[in-house]
C-alpha cells in the first residue's frame, strides 16, 4: 500500500505515452516512459530514506513526468498542429526523453540548492 500511492499517477501518466506509441512500438513505448519510470523510481528510493523527502528527487519527477505527458497530450489531440505540422515531427519522439532528463536534472539541481539554502543552520 506504502508504494502504490506514489506509484499510480506514474502509471496513469505512462498510459498517454503507451496510447500515442501504439502496439508496434514498444522500443519508441518504453524509451519515452524512461524519464517517467525513473522519476518513480528515485521517489521510491527516497521513501526509504529517512527524513523528509529531498525537493531534488520531487522536482525532477514532477517535471520530467509533467513535461512527457504534455507533449504526449498534445501529440494526441494536435494541439498546435504538433502531429500534422511537419513531415518530421514525429522524431520528437527520439529527442523528447532527453529533454525531459535534461529539464528535470535542472530543475531537481535548482530544488536541491534552494533546500540547502533554506535549510536552518545549527548554532556554533
Known amino acids: 500500500m506504502k508504494t502504490t500511492l506514489p506509484a499510480t499517477p506514474f502509471l496513469l501518466a ?3 505515452v ?3 506509441q501504439g502496439g508496434e512500438a514498444v522500443g519508441f513505448a518504453v524509451w519515452n516512459a524512461l524519464p517517467m519510470m525513473a522519476g518513480l ?4 528510493a527516497g521513501r526509504r530514506s529517512r527524513g523528509r523527502m529531498p ?10 513526468t509533467l513535461l512527457m505527458v504534455w507533449f504526449h497530450l498534445s501529440w494526441l489531440f494536435d494541439r498546435g498542429g ?6 518530421t515531427s514525429a ?3 527520439i529527442f523528447m526523453p ?5 529539464l ?3 530543475a531537481g539541481a535548482l530544488a536541491w540548492i534552494i533546500q540547502r539554502l533554506t535549510r536552518p543552520r545549527a548554532m556554533p
Open 98 to 102: 532527453l529533454w525531459a532528463f535534461i
Open 91 to 93: 522524431l520528437a519522439f
Open 104 to 106: 528535470g536534472a535542472v
Open 41 to 44: 523510481g528515485m521517489l521510491l
Open 82 to 87: 504538433a502531429r500534422t505540422g511537419s513531415s
Open 55 to 64: 525537493w531534488g528527487r520531487m522536482a525532477f519527477a514532477t517535471v520530467a
Open 14 to 16: 505512462m498510459a498517454p
Open 18 to 20: 503507451v496510447y500515442v
